[in-house]
Every structure is written in C-alpha cells, then in structure tokens.
C-alpha cells in the first residue's frame, strides 16, 4: 500500500511550510508531513526526504540552502546549472540525485524574491522580463517549478515504488481582456468630438471615414465582436473569463463611462456566457478606495461578489498591489505574467497563495499565472510562428497537468493585424481547450 511522504528538517518555519505545500501537495498531490523528529525518520521505512545540511544515510536527500530558514531579503549569489537537462539554481550537492535545492529555488520564483531586490522598472513600475532570472537565463518558457517537482517525484518512485497521489488534470482558461469596449461608440459628445479633430489633424481620413459610419449606424464599431467570440466559445462548450475595466476616462484608461447603459447591458449580456471579473484601472494602481469603488460599481451591474482581478497592464508592485486586492475584498489576482514577453514570470503553471516576504506569511489571495498575453505574440512573423511558440509552452503545460492561461484583448481583435488576429484566437481555443 502507498504511504505519504515523510519530510525530516531540523526547523518547520513559515516559508518551508508555506513551499512545501505547493511542490508536494498542489503540483505533486503528495500527501506529505514535515517532522522535526529525526529518530522517527530514521526508523522510518516508507517514502521519506531529508532537508537537511548533512546526509543521514537513510532516504531521499535534498541538502538544503538557506533561503527558508533566513528571515528578511538578502540578494544571494545564484548560478543556473543543469540538472538533468532542465536549469535549476541553488545547488547543494553535485553528486546527489537531488543536486539542488527544489524548495528554495521554488520559493525564490513563487514569491517573486526578485522583484523585492533592487531593479530598474519601466514606465509603467513594472518589473521588466529582460531582468528576470528566467529570462536571462533562457527558462521563461518553461514551467520549471512544475517540471522540478515531477522530476522528483520520478526519483521519489525509483527508490520506493509507487508514492500515494492525487494525480492533476491539465485546465485551460481562455481571458478576454475589455479596457476599451468599443473604438468609436458611447464616448461621449466631447470625445467624440476630440476623436474627429485628431484624425482631421492626423490625416487620418480612412479612421474618420469609419468613425462617421460607425456613427451613423452603418457599420459596426471595430471591437464590437463579443458575439462572434463567445460564439466560438460556445462550440466547444468553454467558459471564457471576461476582465471589464470600470473606470474615469484617464491618460492610461480610455474605455466607455461604467455608467453609460449600453456598455453595463453589454457586460450583463456578456456575464450570460461568461464569468465576469474586473479590470482594475491605471489609475486604481495605487488607489486603494477607487479599487474597492471599481469594484463595487461592477458587482452592482451583474448582480454578484466580483472575487477576480487583473491589474492594468499586469502592474504588479509586490507586495503592496496583493494587500491592496486583498483588503478590496479579491480572492483571485490574473497579473502574473508579462504583457510583452511569452513564458510564466513566476516559474510554474499551477495557480499559488501569495506569500508576503515583508509580513512572512501567506496572503488569501490565489495566484493563476497566465501563459500568453496576445501583445507579446505581436512580435511573431506569421500565425504559424506564434501558434509554435504557445504549443512548446502548452506541450509542457500539458505534461505536468498544469494550468494553460491565454490572454487576448478586445482592441487587438478588434484592430487589423499583419495576419488574421480573430483567426490565432480560434485556432489557439481549439488547440489548447481541445486537451481539458
């Protein structure tokens, strides 16, 4: 009969409780216990680890960093290595089977340690891809904290046979991002008529041309394709997540009023096929009480608690933007990723706790880690070279039972690409939805 897992460490602290609990029961479905009792350990017969500094000559080893029973942040040296044919960090032991340490290294990308050390950020605050350690270090397309895990379970079978799981199966979430509901319809007499004067001044004769069709009822507004979307969705029987942003018009923030009618009936006519979740403004980044007002203002319009959230432009500022959510009374943030840059900012593919390194303690705010964002695929040639670079990163989604998110927006859709925008966004639903 399998047995759970026995984990020996001469201290349970906070942050081994808190990694632990995500490399062996979320990813690995492992039951496991952390024990400080070395004697019961070394009796002990079935399926155990030692995360310790020194080898006690019975069961797994894994020689243990620092990094979790430190307190505060220090900026520690890191050197990526090869275990096995997957990159890794924080090694330990060069001639065990477990040369580094898993946990530590897990930590490190779970709580986003970097993002608390002292970096350059871009125009918007956000922390930049290209200083990630995933991205300097060619891993930001992997999942690696997923594929460590699973590597050691491999090793964990070999020495002991079949260990007691609960085995995961691979989820896709398709996200629609809406900060901008219409290019041309319900702006309002002023911005309407600001539009018109800019595109006069522009030169832009085509874009007027179209604004004054749209206008008059004589074409539909660019970005109005909800219909056509969800009608795709519909066929395959999956259940979009659909972000509204609710906001004053603003210099980062454009969408219709949250109070103009059509735009609150296109939200109720949309949360009928969808689930609804706020777009957090620009302006709401570090505005605790105009979080709360957004949300509330869109919970008033569908008639239900709003517990999802994704930040403008995925601004994170770690960890005051998590203690902002949670105080607004959110439970599920959908930030975590890179507009620009494909990959899983924080290392893995399976939805986490927020854990606060200045606090030391988990937040109850649940992390999904999108995959894509569709602004970064802007970069590909063609079709065929973007749905290649998100099926390397499903195949290895796929293969750990993780989590796929893929995020596309209304005003990509809506706005003519060099290839068929609307066509990628079916293609990649059928592609990666079609496994689930």
């Not at 349970?12 to 400080?36: E, N, P």
């Not at 832009?204 to 004589?218: D, F, N, T």
Request: net charge neutral; aromatic share 14%; with cysteine.
């Amino acid at each position: 009969m399998a047995e759970d897992l026995l984990v020996y460490t001469p201290e349970v602290t906070i942050r081994l409780r808190y990694v632990a609990q995500q490399f062996f029961g979320r990813i690995l479905g492992i039951k496991f216990t952390l024990t400080t009792d070395r004697i019961a350990f070394v009796e002990r017969s079935g399926p155990k680890l030692a995360y310790t500094k020194q080898n006690l000559g019975t069961g797994l080893w894994m020689r243990c960093h620092d990094l979790l029973f430190d307190g505060g942040i220090e900026d520690y040296p890191i050197a990526v290595v090869d275990w096995g044919g997957l990159p890794c960090f924080f090694q330990t032991a060069e001639q065990e089977s477990i040369s580094c340490d898993l946990l530590a290294a897990s930590f490190y990308l779970l709580t986003r340690y970097e993002e608390y050390l002292p970096h350059v950020s871009d125009e918007h605050g956000r922390f930049p891809a290209a200083q990630s350690l995933g991205a300097r270090h060619g891993f930001l397309t992997l999942p690696v904290v997923d594929l460590w895990a699973h590597r050691f379970q491999d090793t964990l079978h070999e020495m002991y046979g079949v260990v007691k799981t609960n085995k995961r199966v691979y989820q896709y979430c398709s996200m629609l991002n809406v900060s901008a509901s219409h290019e041309f319809l319900y702006r309002g007499f002023l911005r309407h008529i600001s539009g018109i004067a800019m595109d006069l001044l522009g030169f832009k004769m085509r874009r007027l041309g179209y604004r004054v069709l749209v206008g008059l009822g004589l074409k539909k507004d660019p970005y109005d394709l909800y219909e056509e979307v969800l009608k795709a969705h519909k066929k395959l029987g999956q259940v979009p997540k659909v972000f509204f942003q609710l906001a004053k018009y603003g210099p980062y923030d454009k969408n219709v009023s949250p109070y103009n009618r059509h735009f609150q009936h296109l939200i109720k006519s949309v949360g009928d096929y969808a689930q609804i979740a706020l777009a957090a403004s620009y302006a709401s980044f570090d505005d605790p009480e105009l979080l709360l007002e957004e949300k509330k203002v869109l919970s008033d319009i569908v008639h239900r608690p709003i517990d999802s959230c994704k930040t403008r432009y995925n601004r994170l500022n770690i960890p005051l933007t998590y203690r902002d959510m949670v105080d607004a009374g959110f439970t599920e943030d959908y930030s975590m990723g890179y507009t620009h840059d494909l990959g899983f900012r924080a290392g893995t593919c399976t939805p986490f706790h927020f854990y606060d390194l200045y606090l030391e303690m988990q937040q109850p705010m649940v992390v999904y880690p999108f995959a894509v964002q569709d602004y970064a695929l802007l970069k590909e040639k063609s079709m065929a070279d973007a749905m290649l670079k998100m099926k390397a990163m499903y195949a290895h989604v796929h293969q750990v039972g993780g989590w796929m998110g893929v995020i596309f927006s209304m005003e990509l859709l809506g706005t003519p690409q060099k290839y068929d925008w609307k066509k990628l966004y079916v293609a990649q639903l059928k592609a990666f939805y079609a496994a689930s």
